[in-house]
């Protein structure tokens, strides 16, 4: 314990002498300061100001090193920024070049900012200057009819614009807006696909009209088609057999040339005036033959005649109007009534012996009821013996019928 206080003391010691020993420095630069013109106090106030200046000129010297590291480091990256964008611009340049359509860039306010080599070399070639400041799609387009080069344009919806230009030549257009409301173009050149469809449409259209024609010949009637400025557009082998012409005589001509020579009509009939959709004619042929002759109305003026050779049904109708002409002769000469009745009870033939006993003019009772011959009670007499004739028996019956014109009964 007591070894302890000694070095306490001890310690306490040491340091009012340090405290001392400090104050009388204190002291005697307070005195240096106080005394600010001696030379000594001017060159230590020297020496703590360049002491200051160097720590700052240190400081600074720090941070220029560090702000030239930065902008070296600022600059290393903007080269390679360049050279990216450089590298970036020449392969969008050789991606724009290598594509086989034209290209064109306009900016928002549609004037052109780029085009590739295409672009260019197609105007270029027919004779459309791209000098022309401020260049926009539509200063492109009237320049393009200037020359006379574009020949047709068609709108499409989906696939853009199609332009037929000089030498046959068919381009597609296509535009996109960018994100900024500029306009991307491309010129495709679609002749290619415009001629191999032509050729697919042609061969469907030949193929079409040598089925059309195929059926057309093998029709049993004469068939034959002109337009409205009378040129002959079809006709098929049975009007040939019908009218005697060949098929060079009819290839092309107009139908005035061939009026006469013709044995048949070749004009639409009914023609002048307000039309009919169909006219009807018949007409016997010098070799005798009878054809009927039908016009069919077509849209702007055209029309198609049929031929039918109605010879044949022409003789059956003579000889069945000449059979029943020779079986009404007969049957008006026999004294008795005749009378064809149907199963709809209605009368389809009756004698002049039938008509003049039941008092009615010749043909009168054609296609009235037999009821309407004869009274109710009459008809009601009669009808049992009619069912039982249409249900397929032979009947023989007597019945009492009343003379019109002389009350005579008849049995």
């Known amino acids: 314990m007591a070894d302890n206080d000694k070095d306490l003391e001890k310690q306490l010691a040491e340091l009012k002498a340090e405290n001392e020993r400090q104050k009388k420095m204190i002291d005697a630069l307070v005195h240096r300061v106080e005394q600010g013109s001696s030379p000594q106090v001017d060159a230590w106030g020297a020496f703590q100001h360049s002491v200051v200046l160097a720590d700052q000129v240190r400081d600074k010297t720090e941070e220029l090193n560090q702000a030239l590291q930065s902008i070296e480091s600022t600059n290393r990256q903007l080269s390679l920024a360049k ?211 039908r016009s069919h109305a077509m849209d702007e003026a055209d029309y198609v005649n049929t031929y039918t050779d109605i010879t044949q049904r022409y003789l059956d109708a003579k000889e069945l109007r000449e059979t029943e002409q020779w079986l009404r002769l007969i049957t008006d000469n026999v004294p008795a009534l005749i009378a064809y009745v149907g199963d709809d009870l209605r009368y389809q033939f009756t004698n002049r012996a039938y008509d003049q006993w039941y008092g009615f003019p010749r043909g009168e009772l054609m296609g009235k009821h037999i009821s309407f011959s004869r009274s109710e009670s009459k008809f009601a007499a009669l009808k049992p013996y009619v069912d039982r004739a249409l249900a397929g028996e032979s009947v023989v019956f007597e019945i009492e019928e009343i003379d019109a014109n002389a009350g005579q009964d008849m049995w």
């Open 83 to 293: 050279s990216q964008a450089e590298q970036a611009h020449q392969r969008f340049i050789d991606a724009i070049e290598s594509i086989s359509d034209g290209f064109a860039l306009y900016g928002p306010d549609r004037e052109l900012i780029y085009s590739n080599s295409r672009f260019q070399r197609y105007w270029q070639d027919n004779a459309v200057s791209l000098n022309t400041p401020s260049l926009t799609p539509e200063k492109i387009r009237k320049l393009a009819k200037e020359h006379g080069l574009i020949v047709r344009e068609m709108q499409g919806r989906r696939n853009g614009q199609t332009i037929k230009i000089q030498g046959n030549r068919w381009l597609q257009v296509k535009e996109r807006e960018t994100s900024d409301g500029g306009l991307v173009m491309l010129y495709s050149d679609i002749t290619q696909l415009k001629l191999a469809e032509t050729a697919r449409f042609e061969a469907a259209m030949a193929e079409k009209s040598r089925l059309l024609q195929a059926m057309v010949d093998n029709l049993s009637q004469g068939v034959l088609m002109v337009n409205k400025d009378g040129v002959v557009q079809v006709f098929n082998q049975r009007f040939l057999a019908i009218s005697g012409f060949t098929q060079e005589q009819l290839t092309g001509v107009n139908i005035e040339a061939l009026m006469g020579e013709s044995p048949v009509t070749l004009w639409r009939i009914g023609r002048g005036g307000k039309l009919p959709p169909e006219g009807v004619r018949v007409q016997t042929l010098p070799d005798g033959r009878v054809i009927e002759v």
